[in-house]
């Protein structure tokens, strides 16, 4: 199977089907020219509604071709539960086409991670709550959104998207998360950044038989321990930690002090810290989210360009981001597999001649 045929599968046959609107009876527009175009808008990088449909007017091999404003009004008038539902759908449909390989795992490690837009510079007045701080403690807004990927040796697919909000716990969007994606797979290990270091957080995933590697802020008593390692020169200590839940019940993880290679500083700071539930040889699956950080720069190149603060809208463009990534990492495998029978995570289909396929298939690049 040729590359351009497993694109065209895997747009028109497997994820456009997930995806509706309701519009009625009698449009003279097809609901799938909202989708290619939007998918349009993604892969041509940082293009805008009203000049994308401008081109696409033109580039096209459909007859009708929905307008920018039109595109927006009809996308705003999407729910986010809405949204997660159809985007959710999509990829069941995607794991499915891609799991008749034996090269693909729908299993393993997955990856929790919040990315942040470009910082907002406007009027926030009425959007406090979707406009929000951003994760490094700045002066700065942005709209903030939380993944959850399968990394390790499977195809990088996000699983599912959400919005973060002002005053959602950390324990509420990765439980979120993990429920999706337990229903499109069999998860093993959890990875996250250490702004999930709760202890809450970490138990909740333990009670659900899960593994997980999470680094520790380092706090007064992980500071004063890096520096007495220092001093021995010791590369690697463990220690058994219980951490307080509240009345007298307490989680039990493991603290890992790790040795950085070439820090560049001479103090406790060298070391990294990290928490699990599953032993020190799973602290070399951390090194795994590396995948998930390289996937959210290209998932913004997937992104559609926007000023708008409406915040279904903007959710929107970036779900359907994520979604062609996944689609792309998925056509990646599948052709890969066709040409040598082997997985390798490099991929061999790049962004640039996903559009060249896509194109070639349906007229819309």
Excluded at 279 to 306: C, N, P, Q, V
Aim: charged share 30%.
């Amino acid at each position: 199977m040729c590359g351009r045929s497993i694109f065209k599968e895997c747009v028109s046959r497997v994820v456009f089907p997930a995806f509706s609107l309701d519009r009625g009876e009698g449009c003279e527009i097809h609901e799938n020219a909202y989708w290619d175009l939007q998918t349009y808008l993604g892969l041509r990088e940082r293009l805008a509604a009203n000049e994308g449909a401008r081109s696409f007017t033109y580039e096209s091999t459909r007859e009708r071709t929905p307008l920018g404003h039109a595109h927006r009004e009809q996308v705003r008038d999407l729910s986010i539960a809405e949204i997660r539902e159809m985007y959710r759908q999509a990829i069941g449909r995607l794991l499915n086409e891609v799991s008749e390989t034996e090269q693909f795992f729908r299993a393993g490690v997955v990856a929790i991670d919040i990315t942040e837009a470009d910082p907002f510079t406007g009027d926030r007045t009425g959007h406090e709550d979707e406009i929000i701080g951003t994760k490094e403690k700045t002066d700065e807004y942005a709209y903030q959104w939380a993944t959850v990927q399968l990394v390790g040796n499977a195809v990088p697919i996000v699983l599912d998207a959400r919005p973060v909000r002002k005053g959602e716990t950390r324990l509420e969007i990765v439980e979120d998360l993990l429920d999706s994606a337990e229903d499109l797979v069999h998860v093993d290990n959890v990875l996250m950044d250490r702004e999930f270091d709760s202890q809450h957080v970490l138990e909740m995933i333990s009670q659900r038989g899960l593994s997980y590697v999470v680094p520790k802020r380092m706090q007064t008593s992980e500071k004063a321990q890096a520096k007495r390692l220092l001093q021995r020169d010791q590369e690697r200590y463990e220690t058994d930690r219980k951490l307080h839940l509240g009345k007298n019940e307490w989680h039990e993880t493991t603290l890992i002090y790790r040795r950085k290679e070439d820090s560049e500083h001479d103090d406790y700071r060298q070391y990294s810290v990290f928490m699990t539930n599953c032993g020190s040889g799973h602290l070399t699956e951390y090194g795994y989210r590396w995948e998930i950080e390289s996937g959210y720069r290209s998932i913004k190149r997937f992104m559609a360009k926007t000023m708008s603060k409406d915040f279904g809208l903007r959710f929107f463009y970036f779900a359907f981001a994520c979604l062609l990534y996944s689609i792309w990492r998925a056509v990646d495998l599948l052709v890969q597999v066709a040409l040598t029978d082997e997985y390798q995570h490099s991929p061999i289909v790049t962004a640039d001649n996903t559009l060249t396929l896509l194109k070639k298939e349906t007229g819309i690049g």
